[in-house]
């Protein structure tokens, strides 16, 4: 297993503005996913993107893959103060069980 | 549908007790991760079952940990002889394949 790292650790905004949100890991991966965890919550899922997949649109977020500066980025749109949350990505390498390693999270506050 | 229950939402314990954590998978699904995390840190990978069988536990503390996910009932992570580095927020999730399901987690707090 392998850990993403989220960059940066913290980032405030104003409603309205873009947030954008990196992750970065180590060796080669089955797919990447990112989660986001209000406070005192469970994680939620929001988006998955496989190895061969270059970006993936939901709603209000993008998410990009480069597999050969081993990154991904998470883009909010138009963010609202209830965006507010701790986001996080997960690695899976594969090659058995399955088994997703998270990163300490990039916590993003949207100020109304 | 019902998502994945985790109880007690809350548990407090004092130093040389034990905890019983239980979680529920959501319906159809017969795999189950349990997670630690600490304030302002990541999850912390702890163990993975299917039912009756512990498919991976290289996250687990070698000692006073110990995790279930018998065939009927809830998967339990039980912590004996709890002590203060104990305190955190427990997480368990559930899933069929790729995506992971949470529950909304156990905050234990060892006194």
């Known amino acids: 297993s392998q850990q993403g790292e989220e960059d940066p650790q913290a980032l405030s905004i104003q409603e309205g503005e873009n947030a954008t949100m990196n992750c970065s890991y180590k060796?080669?991966?089955?797919?990447l996913q990112w989660y986001r965890q209000n406070s005192g919550r469970g994680l939620v899922h929001l988006i998955l993107?496989?190895?061969?997949?270059r970006e993936k649109h939901s709603g209000r977020l993008r998410v990009t893959l480069d597999t050969s500066k081993k990154s991904s980025s998470l883009l909010i749109t138009a963010s609202r103060a209830a965006d507010t949350a701790s986001y996080f990505c997960?690695?899976?390498?594969?090659?058995?069980?399955?088994?997703?390693?998270f990163g300490r999270g990039t916590s993003l506050i949207v100020h109304p | 549908n019902a998502g994945v229950m985790q109880n007690p939402r809350h548990l407090v314990r004092r130093r040389g007790q034990e905890a019983r954590l239980r979680c529920s998978p959501m319906k159809g699904h017969s795999h189950v991760y349990w997670y630690r995390q600490l304030p302002e840190e990541g999850l912390k990978f702890m163990v993975y079952?299917?039912?009756?069988?512990?498919?991976?536990e290289s996250g687990m503390p070698k000692e006073r940990f110990s995790a279930e996910f018998p065939k009927e009932g809830p998967s339990i992570l039980r912590i004996q002889q709890v002590v203060r580095g104990d305190s955190a927020a427990y997480f368990c999730?559930?899933?069929?394949?790729?995506?992971?399901?949470f529950g909304p987690g156990t905050r234990l707090l060892v006194l």
């Open positions: 060796t080669s991966i089955n797919n």
């Open positions: 999730a559930s899933s069929t394949q790729e995506t992971q399901y």
């Open positions: 993107i496989r190895s061969n997949e």
């Open positions: 997960a690695t899976d390498a594969g090659g058995g069980s399955y088994i997703p390693t």
């Open positions: 079952l299917q039912k009756e069988n512990i498919i991976d």
